[in-house]
């Protein structure tokens, strides 16, 4: 009977994850719908969604190796589909430098890395000895898909500004983290469910910075670049409206001045006479 509970939980929790991880996956529609209306990726970053597909890409590849892992298959197929085209369109509107920079990403880690690792893998004869190999590869890059966002965090630090940051991502993700921890834990599978806990912690930490700088002024980014080039603001000065004088009223002074002048050296010249 306890086992049966505990196949009923897993199949809820498994339903809850593969929701979602669909709303993960379509979180940042938003984004790319701004980013196709603008024809600009702005100041929004790819290496999130480089690090999701390679993540998808190894989750699907150990649901394969796992037997009765139809709940992985699923997810991450859509997944990597998803993230695929997500990453596309990123390529047609990103300028020439980051496109580059974004190819070469997904040459270094979905082409290089994920061929290496399922050649590798495929030479280790004893299937359950694979299976594992694969599963302590996905926890170190599930746990690089929560992490991914650190560097929109910097973003959001440095300009004091959530104009970058989804919350509904992060929201989205921190649910999944709880959801997929749990599910892995059901079905006594700690390379689901170990990566999920430092997920969980990064979600908050996202949601909590979204709340402390929600109410901050917006900061305009130029187009977006390998480096954050930030407007620099230390040089903006705040000066007290007594003190400050326009371009009209330095040049009415100054003809002032100089009709003053001129009429005084006048009546020193009839003084003379």
């Not at 700088?213 to 305009?220: I, L, N, S």
Request: proline share 4%; with cysteine.
């Amino acid at each position: 009977m306890a086992a049966l509970d505990l196949h009923v939980m897993a199949s809820v929790f498994g339903i809850l994850g593969t929701i979602f991880a669909f709303l993960v996956y379509l979180a940042p529609l938003p984004t790319f719908y701004r980013i196709f209306k603008t024809k600009s990726v702005q100041g929004f970053q790819s290496t999130p969604y480089s690090v999701a597909l390679f993540s998808a890409m190894l989750m699907l590849y150990y649901g394969f190796l796992k037997t009765n892992a139809l709940i992985l298959i699923v997810v991450n197929s859509i997944g990597s589909f998803i993230e695929t085209v997500y990453l596309v369109m990123y390529l047609i509107y990103a300028p020439p430098k980051v496109r580059i920079f974004t190819a070469k990403l997904l040459v270094l880690f979905n082409v290089l890395a994920y061929g290496l690792i399922l050649g590798g893998t495929s030479q280790i004869p004893n299937a359950s000895r694979r299976l594992t190999v694969v599963g302590y590869i996905n926890v170190v890059f599930n746990v690089s898909v929560f992490a991914a966002p650190l560097s929109i965090m910097r973003l959001v630090i440095k300009t004091k500004s959530v104009e970058y940051m989804s919350f509904s991502l992060s929201l989205c993700l921190t649910l999944l983290a709880v959801v997929w921890f749990f599910y892995g834990l059901l079905i006594e599978d700690l390379f689901i469910a170990a990566p999920n806990i430092l997920g969980f912690a990064f979600g908050i930490a996202q949601m909590i910075m979204f709340l402390v700088y929600k109410k901050k002024k917006k900061v305009a980014l130029p187009e977006c670049s390998l480096n954050d080039q930030i407007p620099n603001t230390d040089r903006v000065a705040t000066v007290e409206n007594d003190d400050i004088v326009t371009a009209g009223e330095t040049n009415t002074q100054t003809q002032l001045e100089a009709g003053i002048k001129k009429s005084s050296e006048a009546d020193d010249h009839e003084n003379q006479s």
